[in-house]
């Protein structure tokens, strides 16, 4: 058909069932990225998700029906996150049940398959004794056929869409052993000898059903910090209408209705406390262990704990806006990205079984040629075959980024995609946004002259000017006047210098507050002024001036208090060689008594919201891989100009948006610790691809030459994958340090 394009691709999220190793995803994804209307298409195996990029008029029926040609099962996923979470609950049930069959047919294999083996266990004891050929066919048929089912059907499925699996090779391993040991016995040699196999063939497929069991335990263990996520919302809510209650659904709610919070329970949503006062457990978004405090104004996240307090709540976000389900996107679509190396996996993946099946035949022919073994030429045969394992290597990168990503999102930090792990890696500068990253954020007014000894009148013009401004200083100035009782007037014409301060009209007089790039632009000139500016800022306030027409009337010192792990996070920065640098608006004695009190290396002061990007490229140019740390709008361009973008969770959406990595919480301690749990995830995609590559690069020579016996062979390649994963869920012990 012929696909009329959109401007912009639709993004559709899948989950897939039947994937069975590298061979399966790379199937899926070749499938998925040759249909036309297709722009992007990337299959996770350990998430048994997909993330496809589609043009209209394509659909998602129509790409599910795609997955369905490919040989699989396809559903789409849920955007809403109750509806997700019901369906989660609905495949974990599934899963269970699955889980509990597989089990089941595992004790029976292995109970089928010890008499088996049993003989040989008895070898190196000197005990030579075999069970009749008749009985050893009666316990490895079932195994054969029962438990070698699962791999016939994948195998030809595989087969019948035109591509090959693990499900192949181990299909054709057993089948050899079974079939040649079956033959064997029908038309026995000359002198009566059989050289039976069936021990092989009910042995190999025990432990690789015993082998995707663990994988399987494995896997979901990764896989637990989204499940852990999307099970925090309730269902319910209780609603207050008027003077009564009623309980009612989450998707029931509106914006603005007003919700009842008991102790103990889940708050439902995002919203702001109109009345109340409690504590909030939020460890399972922040990983912050203490309870935070919440009274009347304080906004809440749907999906913490309240604590012993009962809340009137105010709702501000629903379903997808809130800030629970951002945070499930941010930590999903990191978990199905794929790094670089991984382009290079599934291109061996793609050829990895035809190959193996090549090596094998060649190996086959080789033997009988060379030595007219049949039986060591069979045995070196299926060895290969079972040895060989594609699933280490599709499960290496994706299994590693899972839990890492996880484990990271259960401390509180939420790492975009795949590009964050590897510019995390090789940052070694730190730039960091001063006001509300280093420090609180809630500058207080702290220091008041007044040139004529009016004090309350300079606050008074101070705070009339400002009230309506949404800076830091404004409020402090407005709070000062609130606690002085002074009652404020109305300026009219009020006009925002950005970076510089406010001019307006007051009383019929020309009113300005600002710094002294304003004063200047203004004509107003004051030695006392610009002395009291001096002596404010060496003691690291940042400080203002006020002037009316063209006369400097007084000076405001403002204070904001350093966050009280910033020392530390300097400090930890620094011990693994990373270079800090803060970039603040403020003036240059007020910025560097900051930094000299943390600890910081360089500074860049009176930075405009517009220079930010400056300072961060002339870093690049020096050859830096630089990280931005910051909380507000007019840190968005520098956080996405970085190399790596590192937004305060305290921070506005837009920086969040802007950012790579999120914190969820304002700690300073937490960007080392993001750049920890990114190296050690990288760390962990490395070691998994070595031992991946290693194990089949040594395994498969050395079964071609007949030094493993088929069984050795795939208890081998059974615990192949399982040592991939387990090593990648080690992660999830991974804590920030405190």
Known sequence: MTVHTSPAPVTYKIEIKGMTCAG?????????????????????LAMDAAEVKAYYPLTATDIIQIVSIAGFSATLKESDINAARILREKQEAEDKREEQRTFMLLVASALLSLPLVAPMLGMPFG???????????????????????????????????????????????????????????????????????????????????????????????????VRALVALRPDKATRVVGDETEVVRISELRLGDIILVKPGESIPTDGLVLEGITEVDESMLTGESLP????????????????????????TALGEATRLAQIIRLVENAQISKAPVQKLVDKVSSIFVPVILVISLATLGLWIALTGDTDSAISAAVAVLVIACPCALGLAT??????????????????????????????????????????????????????DRKEERLLFIAATLQQNSEHPLAHAVVEAAKANNIRLGKAHTVQAVPGKGLVAELAGQRVAIGNEALMD?????????????????????????????????????FADEPRETSKAAIDALKAKGIKTVLLTGDADRAAQAVADALGIEEVHARIQPTGKNAVIQKLQAEGKTVAMVGDGINDAPALATADLGIAMGSGTDVALEAASITLMRSD???????????????????QNLFWAFIYNVIGIPLAALGLLSPVIAGAAMAMSSVSVVTNAALLRRWKAKD
């Not at 399966?24 to 996770?44: F, I, M, Q, W």
């Not at 946004?433 to 500058?443: E, N, Q, S």
Request: proline content about 2%; aromatic content about 6%; charged content about 15%.
């Open 24 to 44: 399966c995803a790379s199937r899926v994804e070749k499938t998925l990225r040759n249909t036309e209307g297709v722009a992007d298409a990337s299959v996770n």
């Open 127 to 225: 005990l030579d004794w075999h069970l009749p050929a008749l009985l050893q066919l009666v316990l490895a048929t079932p195994v054969q056929v029962f438990v070698g089912a699962r791999f016939y059907k994948g195998a030809f499925n595989a087969l019948r869409h035109g591509g090959a699996n693990m499900d192949v090779l181990v299909a054709l391993g057993t089948t050899a052993a079974y079939g040649y040991s079956l033959y064997t016995m029908l038309a026995p040699a000359s002198d009566g000898t059989m050289h039976l196999y069936f021990e092989a063939s009910a042995v190999i497929l025990t432990l690789v059903l015993f082998g995707k069991y663990l994988e399987h335990r494995a896997k979901r263990s990764t896989t637990a910090a």
């Open 292 to 315: 935070v405090a919440k009274t009347e104004g304080d906004t809440v996240t749907g999906g913490t704990i309240n604590g012993s307090g009962v809340l009137h709540v105010k709702t």
């Open 398 to 451: 994706p299994t590693a980024l899972v839990a890492g990503t996880g484990a990271a999102a259960r401390s509180g930090i939420l790492i975009r995609d795949i590009q964050a792990l590897e510019s995390a890696h090789k940052v070694d500068t730190v730039v960091l946004d001063k006001t509300g990253t280093l420090t609180v954020g809630k500058p207080q007014l702290v220091k008041l002259q007044a040139f």
């Open 521 to 557: 632009e203004l004509g107003v000139s004051s030695m006392m002024a610009k002395g009291l500016i001096k002596t404010f800022e060496a003691e690291g306030q940042t400080a203002v001036t006020v002037a009316l027409d063209d006369r400097a009337v007084g000076v405001l010192g």
């Open 668 to 686: 300073p301690m937490m960007i080392a610790a993001s750049l920890d749990i990114s190296k050690a995830t990288l760390r962990k995609i490395h």
